[in-house]
């Protein structure tokens, strides 16, 4: 398939050529000012050499916190192009859980924020290094800037070998085995970034908001293959992202169903003080629980933008499936197969394939997806039917767990 060629390259190598073909065109956008993607790729050449440099095992793992703000991007490209493997944690992920995902995954590094990497610090079996991304670090953390300082100097050689190799780590919830892990190589995640840009429809035109409460990484390698602005906006405001969107002239919207709720119960949306109908947007996606579809039409009616659902493995690391812009709003709509992605509902008890219409668990095959299993399948452990077009709803899905 066309849009999945270029596999058996590093995921890091994504940021590489985009720093390559934009230069000092806009990468990320926070307020605190923009980074360029030739920026960008030099603070993950930093991340990356201040690894390899004070690393004390090259089989460890880098612990990352999936926040929403300018450094996550550099450290979750630093990390795989330092050759350490990647484990994603959920920035609200309390200590017993951070504690665990260290442990199971050998952590040597850990890039939390100031609060939880202070309590993480603390603890006996800690990683050698638990770097706060936002403070002065203390209590056994170090600010990241001695970890940037420590990758000042000449570049060092390669670390990528197979594209098959693990590049990161997350650990999702299913139904009946408990917490898993996904174990996604290069290949795999170079797959979605291309598959999630063509289905997104993003360019080096877009200009994309993100306001969501994490930084999904299948979102953030998506718009760097595409060469898309980033401008994240944390600020809890539910008008706050689509302000953004209005002064910004933003093609995408990224959102999250509470926060859109509360956004068409806001008289300033109501009134289109936040953001009049026309303008460039083009779309307003919604990640993460599905979004009730009362909400879906009344931000469609009042934006006169799709307002369209997507779903993936653990709501963060690898997409699957994505909305049409035609797409109507419906309870539980995820859409259509990324491309080169397959999806099938199995009967609980048989394991065979359902009839459409019937509900089973939902299982996919994909280049994007580490199965584990010979043929390919995936069981998700959440629970949807597919109708006449192939497109997936979901009945109940499992809350997406990082950590």
């Not at 770097?131 to 940037?148: C, E, I, Q, R």
């Amino acid at each position: 398939m066309a849009v999945l060629r270029h596999l058996d390259r590093p995921l890091d190598g994504l940021l590489r050529r985009a720093a390559e073909r934009y230069g000092d065109r806009p990468a990320v956008t926070t307020p605190a000012g923009t980074l360029s993607f030739a920026g960008l790729d030099r603070e993950a050449d930093r991340i990356a050499h201040g690894i390899r440099r004070t690393a004390r095992r090259a089989d460890g793992a880098v612990v990352a916190a999936c926040t929403l703000d300018a450094v996550f991007p550099a450290v979750y490209f630093g990390a795989v192009r330092s050759g350490l493997v990647l484990a994603l944690a959920d920035p609200a992920a309390d200590p017993a859980a951070l504690r665990d995902l260290c442990a199971r995954t050998g952590a040597e590094f850990a890039f939390l924020p100031a609060p939880a990497a202070e309590r993480l610090a603390g603890d006996a079996g800690r990683p050698h290094t638990v770097v706060a991304t936002d403070g002065p670090g203390g209590g056994g953390s170090v600010p990241l800037k001695v970890l940037l300082d420590a990758g000042a100097g000449p570049a060092l050689p390669p670390a990528f070998t197979d594209a098959d190799a693990v590049a990161c780590v997350q650990r999702v919830a299913h139904a009946t085995a408990g917490v898993r892990e996904l174990r996604l190589s290069h290949r795999n995640l170079l797959a979605n970034a291309a598959q999630t840009a063509i289905a997104h429809r993003l360019d080096a035109d877009s200009v994309v908001v993100n306001h969501m409460q994490a930084y999904h990484p299948s979102l953030l390698a998506a718009a760097v293959h595409a060469g898309a602005e980033q401008v994240l906006v944390a600020d809890p405001d539910p008008c706050a992202g689509m302000t953004a969107s209005r002064s910004l002239d933003a093609t995408h919207y990224y959102g999250f169903p509470a926060r859109l709720a509360r956004l068409t119960d806001d008289a300033r949306f109501a009134g289109h003080g936040v953001l009049p109908p026309g303008g460039r947007l083009r779309a307003v996606f919604s990640d993460g629980a599905a979004l009730e579809p009362v909400i879906a039409r009344r931000l469609r009616d009042t934006l006169r933008v799709p307002v369209l659902q997507g779903y993936g493995v653990g709501g963060l690391a690898a997409l699957s499936h994505a909305q049409a812009p035609g797409s109507l709003p419906g309870r539980g709509a995820a859409g259509a197969p990324l491309p080169g992605t397959e999806c099938r509902v199995v009967d609980a008890v048989s394991g065979l394939p359902a009839p459409v219409w019937s509900d089973g668990e939902v299982e996919i095959r994909g280049p994007q997806v580490p199965s584990g299993h010979p043929d390919g399948w995936l069981a998700t452990g959440d629970r949807g039917y597919l109708d006449l077009d192939g497109e997936l709803h979901l009945v109940t899905r499992k809350t997406p767990a990082y950590a």
